[in-house]
């Protein structure tokens, strides 16, 4: 299995939701990634994971927050999001964290209304 | 804040030709890294080249790494419509244990 599997595709949530996005490799990496994608602009780190726990948080806001259950699985809890951070959302997994080559996921497309 | 930048922002070629991205980056680096996306999808890994590289291939892809002018380039030969993507150069400044993304390159292939 060589790939990075993220759900779901598509999500739309009101301001006051809760909701999560999930991301799972079975490659064995011990580092997973999350990055937060504007159209026509580069992606974005927000966190990473290495051997399950977090190394990098770039100053994400708090209503981001990621969760790596085991060596397989990376969550993105959403809470009281803004419009503003309606984007793509992808997931990425390297064998170690650092400058490996990252495998992703196809993302998942979030919009706030 | 961005590591790379990239020359053209945008590309538009005729099916067949050769196509030529440039990347710039500011901080010593270990090895830099080229990515494909298509539209709203996720990046595709296409090469690495290390600092004490100057020239890979693979394939149709040709990279070349200039660590005194802080620059790569990505060519692309023989360009075909499914070629059409953006492309991404990826950087590790030294002691940051992560990857930072150029602005990329819109690249249209046309029939």
């Known amino acids: 299995d060589t790939e990075v599997t993220q759900t779901p595709k598509h999500l739309v949530m009101g301001m006051t939701n809760k909701k999560s996005l999930k991301c799972e490799q079975h490659?064995?990496?011990?580092?997973m990634y999350w990055y937060k994608q504007k159209a026509k602009k580069p992606p974005e780190l927000m966190f990473v994971y290495s051997y399950e726990k977090l190394s990098i948080n770039e100053s994400v806001p708090s209503r981001f927050s990621p969760e790596c259950p085991n060596s397989s699985l990376l969550n993105l809890h959403l809470h009281a999001l803004q419009p503003e951070d309606s984007a793509l959302y992808l997931c990425?997994?390297?064998?170690?964290?650092?400058?490996?080559?990252?495998?992703f996921g196809a993302g998942s497309r979030l919009t706030v209304l | 804040s961005q590591q790379g930048e990239e020359d053209p922002q945008a590309l538009s070629i005729q099916e067949g030709e050769n196509a030529t991205m440039n990347c710039s980056y500011k901080t010593s680096i270990n090895n830099l890294q080229w990515y494909r996306q298509n539209s709203g999808r996720g990046l595709v890994h296409l090469i690495l080249i290390r600092s004490n590289e100057r020239e890979k291939h693979s394939g149709r892809l040709r990279v070349t790494l200039d660590t005194s002018k802080k620059s790569s380039s990505l060519l692309i030969t023989a360009s075909r419509a499914a070629d059409t993507a953006s492309y991404f150069c990826?950087?590790?400044?030294?002691?940051?244990?992560?990857?930072?993304f150029g602005q990329g390159t819109r690249l249209t292939i046309n029939p």
């Open positions: 990425a997994s390297s064998q170690e964290a650092g400058a490996n080559v990252l495998t």
């Open positions: 990826a950087t590790d400044p030294q002691g940051a244990q992560k990857l930072v």
């Open positions: 490659m064995g990496h011990r580092a």
